[in-house]
């Protein structure tokens, strides 16, 4: 079965699907993305995503292609005519088409769309098998990370060399030594005292979805959770670490640069979200949502 894409109003076979040479995502890198988990046909997390999306785009100022519901129609439609049960779908807004120049057109352009939808594996039952290496990279990204342009060059050569190193991730270090994030997901650690951290939400990283709805999770879990950020030394010194992403759920990292973490097995808290996350994303935990 050919995949089928939508772009700019019409649902095409990928074979067919294209965009002009002029569009600014093409010449520019102007525009945002999204990713979106599909569980058993749903959409994980999609009001998270969305409401990311329309930030990302406010920031760089460019208009909504089509209101939020129709969107939601689009993507849904996108899902079922590839026929992903389990898996992503991706969805591009650039700018839009116009003669190659760096300021915005004028007057304005349609901005583009593109949705497509991919299967993948899903997400396994437990986080045993799950856990990845890293390695470490100094952040050479732009100042704005916080908005999830499509302009990833840096993430591309950061993930390039982790697995030209054997490893699936890449862990981004500040000019301080801080450790600021992935080069595609959050970077989460239970510090040598117990303490459950993730660096706070600023233009350093982006505001991961799944990070989002990991906290929103933690309320009556009795789990000591801090937003404060951590320096390269206290990651190599936790219990447990782990990553957040819209496709690497609850991740367990377990060595960084060909040292364990911890005992270098995933650790009881890491286990414990796991099946935190996996039970709101299939709709099974039992009291109330976030």
């Not at 079965?1 to 772009?7: D, F, H, L, N």
């Not at 209101?67 to 590839?82: H, K, P, Y």
């Not at 000019?175 to 233009?203: F, K, Q, S, Y």
């Not at 951590?230 to 367990?252: I, N």
């Amino acid at each position: 079965m050919s995949r089928i894409a939508y772009v700019n109003g019409h649902y095409l076979p990928h074979r067919e699907a294209a965009v002009s040479i002029e569009d600014r995502g093409y010449q520019f890198a102007d525009g945002v993305y999204e990713v979106i988990p599909v569980l058993a046909g749903r959409l994980i997390d999609e009001g998270l995503h969305l409401d990311r999306l329309a930030r990302s785009l406010g920031e760089i100022r460019i208009a909504p292609p089509m209101t939020r519901a129709a969107l939601g129609v689009v993507l849904r439609e996108v899902v079922r005519r590839n026929r992903v049960a389990d898996g992503m779908v991706y969805l591009q807004v650039t700018r839009g088409v116009a003669r190659r120049e760096h300021p915005f057109p004028l007057p304005d352009v349609k901005p583009a769309l593109v949705v497509t939808a991919r299967r993948g594996a899903r997400v396994p039952d437990a986080p045993d098998g799950w856990g990845i290496a890293a390695i470490t990279r100094p952040d050479e990204r732009w100042a704005r990370c916080d908005i999830k342009t499509i302009g990833l060059l840096p993430n591309v050569l950061a993930r390039q060399a982790a697995r030209e190193q054997g490893a699936y991730e890449a862990v981004l270090i500040d000019g301080a030594g801080n450790v600021t994030e992935g080069a595609a997901a959050n970077v989460w650690i239970v510090d040598a005292a117990g303490v459950l951290r993730t660096r706070a939400l600023g233009p350093a990283i982006l505001p991961g979805c799944t990070r989002a709805a990991l906290i929103g999770l933690l309320g009556g879990e009795n789990i000591v959770f801090e937003e404060r950020g951590f320096s390269l030394d206290d990651l190599r010194a936790a219990r447990e670490a782990f990553l957040t992403s819209a496709t690497s759920f609850v991740r367990p990292l377990l060595r960084l640069d060909g040292a364990p973490i911890g005992d270098g097995e995933v650790g009881p808290v890491t286990r414990r979200l796991f099946a935190l996350l996996a039970a709101h994303a299939a709709g099974t935990r039992n009291h109330a949502e976030p």
